[in-house]
């Protein structure tokens, strides 16, 4: 089902709210300003998430030109997300374009098949 402006922005709040506390969880320091971008073991990454129901991660070119890896976050059930990381590189080989210019997305199928699993994080 496509975003209206209403659930777009709820989306992009419940991104900002999941990079805060997946960085919180990995113990990676946020970037400041209003992305999704942290330092993580020496590398730059981007925090995505989706829920339950989601089926893509998206990830901007700008963010991918700027990360090293994209960690994701998927949601398993209403109890927990894990977590996985694949490397912008990989992402931009298997990234689709979404309705929006500068957004890319990547199956949530894949990158939970390809990406490296990092652990479970509650809900």
Sequence with gaps: MPQNRETG??????????AKKVAEYLRAQLVPGPSNNAIWNNKKINIKSAKVENTKIGATLNNLAWADSIIAAIQKDKTYFTLYEVTSNWFRNEMRP?????????????????????????A
């Design 9 to 18: 922005r709820a989306a992009m709040l419940f991104g900002h709210e999941m």
């Design 98 to 122: 979404s309705r929006q210019p500068h957004t890319m997305m990547v199956d949530c199928v894949k990158i939970s098949r390809y990406g490296i699993r990092i652990g479970d994080m509650p």
